[in-house]
């Protein structure tokens, strides 16, 4: 931490870990000290009061997620941190491009595996990993998709280690959520904190419902001069609920749950007051299983049965598509690097965290032998749950990991410990660092587009390193910088 931003707040300590705002970066310009005066000028009291008066706006735009596991607190707001996080143009340029380039290979990926598998063929993946995968879906087998894209939507999870550098922590190529907070933040700060933005040039972030209901039509089958996209809901009690509302409003879509939907002919048509209407494109919330009970749960009461016939006949288009869960498995995700090479010839721009795969012997031992100094996480969990942190797990906790890797050593995988970086944070202390993540979000039809920031996730709790929302994490405005700025500071 340098003197200036020790001057302003000499309680501060980032410790050793790389800070988002009081780090040196001589292109973020003099955007993090007025950022860091601002913050000193309003005062502690009254950053408190106006970040509570922006929690209860969350409240009253019904900006929640619910949590199935506490029977306590169903709905709950996100928390939001009032200090944003700054990226600078050229930090930008790099993850832009790393992201356009993983969800390039993954789509290339995706399209040979249901297709001839040469990845498998010539040894760059495990057959069983792609086969023999959960999410591996054979009725995608030699279904050819418009433009090869199975992930229209992507979220890739990128942390920044202690030395600065980003590195790929996860790919959610299924349904991946929180964008909607990603635009709610920087509305919630433009209303609440409007002194703090003056005058600085920020790339905007209202643009992506727009994007996104292009890219849905680009992959529309037919020559529809306007075709009729919907998004598909599982309905009020899906725990992104309030995305889909969002996302639907700023689409200018029509939000809809399986029992709006009917198939006849192998076409789908969506019900309304005036009778049937024909749908050619859905962005889909809903997870594979539930999507037609007549392909996949019999049980389920939240598809449409015959959606995948219409689909398979070409006559509606489906985002993402089926069996893109292969994609963001966390073992498949240890091959990226490799998957990277082998589809584009290239290195990745950005490198994934060294990982572990258990299901390899030379992984379950090396694994099995440093428990204590690794992060250990079941392959087919997601939102923080089953993780166990090594270093600061206790004996009995790491024996329990121990016997239950050993016991399914397929489902597991492990990890260095990275130090998160950290960004400063208002907490009951005052403002003190808190580790964070980012997920940018990818849209893509014939091309891909990335949205100029993406969403911080932020550890409230003081130490810890688990930033996801079901787990007690917030979240902070991202600001990526319109202007570059030389070593001087000068745009």
């Given at each position: 931490?340098?003197?200036?931003?020790?001057?302003?707040?000499?309680?501060?300590?980032?410790?050793?870990?790389?800070?988002?705002?009081?780090?040196?970066?001589?292109?973020?310009?003099?955007?993090?000290?007025?950022?860091?005066?601002?913050?000193?000028?309003?005062?502690?009291?009254?950053?408190?009061?106006?970040?509570?008066a922006a929690e209860t706006d969350l409240i009253d735009l019904g900006v929640t997620f619910t949590v199935y596991s506490d029977a306590s607190a169903i709905d709950r707001i996100l928390p939001f941190d009032c200090i944003p996080r700054v990226l600078t143009a050229s930090e930008w340029d790099l993850l832009e491009r790393a992201c356009v380039q993983r969800v390039k290979a993954l789509n290339l990926f995706l399209g040979d595996i249901y297709g001839k598998g040469h990845v498998v063929k010539d040894g760059v993946i495990p057959a069983e990993l792609v086969y023999g995968n959960a999410n591996y879906r054979p009725e995608m087998k030699d279904f050819p998709v418009p433009h090869g894209t199975y992930v229209h939507v992507c979220g890739i999870d990128i942390i920044r280690d202690e030395k600065g550098d980003f590195r790929v922590l996860e790919d959610n190529a299924r349904t991946p959520s929180?964008?909607?907070?990603?635009?709610?933040?920087?509305?919630?700060?433009?209303?609440?904190?409007?002194?703090?933005?003056?005058?600085?040039?920020?790339?905007?972030?209202?643009?992506?419902?727009?994007?996104?209901?292009?890219?849905?039509?680009?992959?529309?089958?037919?020559?529809?001069?306007?075709?009729?996209?919907?998004?598909?809901?599982?309905?009020?009690?899906?725990?992104?609920?309030?995305?889909?509302?969002?996302?639907?409003?700023?689409?200018?879509?029509?939000?809809?749950?399986?029992?709006?939907?009917?198939?006849?002919?192998?076409?789908?048509?969506?019900?309304?007051?005036t009778g049937l209407k024909p749908v050619h494109a859905i962005y889909r919330r809903l997870n594979d299983d539930f999507l037609d009970p007549d392909v996949f749960r019999p049980d389920s009461m939240l598809g449409v049965p015959g959606l995948i016939g219409a689909w398979?006949?070409?006559?509606?288009?489906?985002?993402?598509?089926?069996?893109?869960?292969?994609?963001?498995?966390?073992?498949?995700?240890?091959?990226?690097?490799?998957?990277?090479?082998?589809?584009?010839?290239?290195?990745?721009?950005?490198?994934?965290?060294?990982?572990?795969?258990?299901?390899?012997?030379?992984?379950?031992?090396?694994?099995?032998?440093?428990?204590?100094?690794?992060?250990?996480?079941?392959?087919?969990?997601?939102?923080?749950?089953?993780?166990?942190?090594g270093p600061r797990a206790s004996k009995e906790e790491l024996e329990t990991v121990r016997e239950t890797i050993m016991a399914n050593p397929d489902n597991w995988i492990s990890q260095p410990m990275i130090g998160l970086s950290v960004g400063p944070t208002l907490a009951e202390d005052g403002i003190g660092p808190r580790h964070l993540d980012l997920r940018p979000f990818i849209i893509t039809g014939r091309d891909s587009w990335v949205l100029p920031g993406g969403l911080s996730r932020v550890a409230m709790k003081k130490g810890s390193l688990i930033v996801n929302s079901s787990q007690g994490g917030g979240s902070k405005d991202t600001w990526v910088l319109a202007e570059h700025f030389g070593q001087g500071g000068k745009p």
């Open positions: 931490m340098n003197e200036i931003f020790h001057d302003l707040w000499p309680e501060y300590d980032p410790g050793r870990f790389f800070c988002e705002l009081t780090t040196t970066r001589p292109e973020a310009g003099p955007v993090p000290q007025k950022l860091a005066e601002r913050l000193q000028g309003i005062g502690l009291e009254a950053l408190r009061a106006r970040a509570s929180g964008v909607s907070y990603v635009i709610e933040n920087r509305h919630l700060m433009l209303r609440t904190f409007p002194d703090l933005m003056a005058g600085i040039k920020l790339r905007p972030v209202d643009d992506y419902g727009r994007r996104l209901r292009a890219a849905m039509a680009e992959v529309a089958p037919g020559e529809h001069e306007d075709p009729q996209v919907v998004l598909l809901s599982p309905g009020i009690y899906n725990s992104a609920y309030f995305e889909h509302v969002f996302l639907a409003r700023e689409m200018g879509v029509p939000l809809v749950v399986g029992a709006d939907l009917v198939v006849e002919n192998k076409r789908v048509f969506m019900r309304t007051t398979k006949a070409g006559n509606v288009a489906i985002a993402n598509a089926v069996g893109t869960g292969v994609a963001d498995d966390k073992a498949v995700y240890a091959y990226m690097p490799r998957i990277i090479k082998y589809y584009l010839g290239e290195e990745p721009l950005i490198h994934n965290v060294e990982t572990h795969i258990c299901r390899e012997e030379e992984g379950l031992k090396y694994t099995l032998e440093n428990l204590d100094k690794l992060v250990t996480k079941p392959v087919g969990e997601s939102g923080g749950y089953g993780i166990t942190i």
